[in-house]
Antibody, heavy 121, light 107 residues
Framework: QVQLVQSGAEVRKPGASVKVSCKAS????????MNWVRQASGQGLEWMGW????????GYTQKFQGRVTMTRDTSTSTAYLELRSLTSEDTAVYYC??????????????WGQGTLVTVSS | YELTQPPSVSVSPGQTARITCFGD??????VYWYQQKPGQAPVLVIY???ERPSGIPERISGSTSGTTVTLTISGVQAEDEADYYC???????????FGGGTKLTVL
């Protein structure tokens, strides 16, 4: 079964870091890019950045530059999102989403179930 | 750049719902549409402006005209009530932006 399974909910204090995992199954991780998207409660989708899972190259939206790192472990077919210097504004559900350029479709054709990150003192 | 959607659209069952997405770059770049129901991850329902992934009902369609793209849902059903987001990218398809989302209410 083709799916992305994310790690469980996290609670952090302001100033801390969080690392969310996204394990791919049913397909080869390195055949598709991975994107990370977040959504605060009651708000819209916000694209954070992109990981070329084959080379490790990344691209981050300017808002998160210097505070985010996207990596992958090909041996376990897992992508990671690390976000540092957390504030209450980072409280959101974080999704990994597979980029579908390789299929000719484009967009994001497969999403993880989401990971709730709560930042609270 | 920005993509602009109306915050809400309301239709009665069986009617046609149209959700628009405006962006200056849209004549040059493809648009993708996602459906998101409460508590669930988004689902791709239209890709490359007008194409439907397998498993998406034929009553969901996309069209484009200059700087505006439209998601049309014909014969709206209660199960179509959801938030809908448009998405587009830069020319390299590596930097992405989402519209603010439109809440479709089935009266």
């Amino acid at each position: 079964q083709v799916q992305l399974v994310q790690s469980g909910a996290e609670v952090r204090k302001p100033g801390a870091s969080v690392k969310v995992s996204c394990k791919a199954s049913g397909y080869t991780l390195t055949s598709f890019d991975m994107n990370w998207v977040r959504q605060a409660s009651g708000q819209g989708l916000e694209w954070m950045g992109w990981l070329h899972t084959n080379t490790g190259q990344t691209g981050y939206t300017q808002k998160f530059q210097g505070r985010v790192t996207m990596t992958r472990d090909t041996s376990t077919s897992t992508a990671y999102l690390e976000l540092r210097s957390l504030t209450s504004e980072d409280t959101a559900v974080y999704y990994c989403a597979r980029g579908a350029a390789a299929t000719g479709t484009g967009g994001f054709d497969l999403w993880g179930q989401g990971t709730l990150v709560t930042v609270s003192s | 750049y920005e993509l602009t959607q109306p915050p809400s659209v309301s239709v009665s069952p069986g009617q046609t719902a149209r959700i628009t997405c405006f962006g200056d770059a849209l004549p040059k770049e493809y648009v993708y549409w996602y459906q998101q129901k409460p508590g669930q991850a988004p689902v791709l329902v239209i890709y490359k402006d007008t194409e439907r992934p397998s498993g998406i009902p034929e009553r969901i369609s996309g069209s484009t005209s200059g700087t505006t793209v439209t998601l049309t849902i014909s014969g709206v059903q209660a199960e179509d009530e959801a938030d809908y987001y448009c998405q587009s990218s830069d020319s390299s398809a590596t930097y992405w932006v989402f519209g603010g989302g439109t809440k479709l209410t089935v009266l």
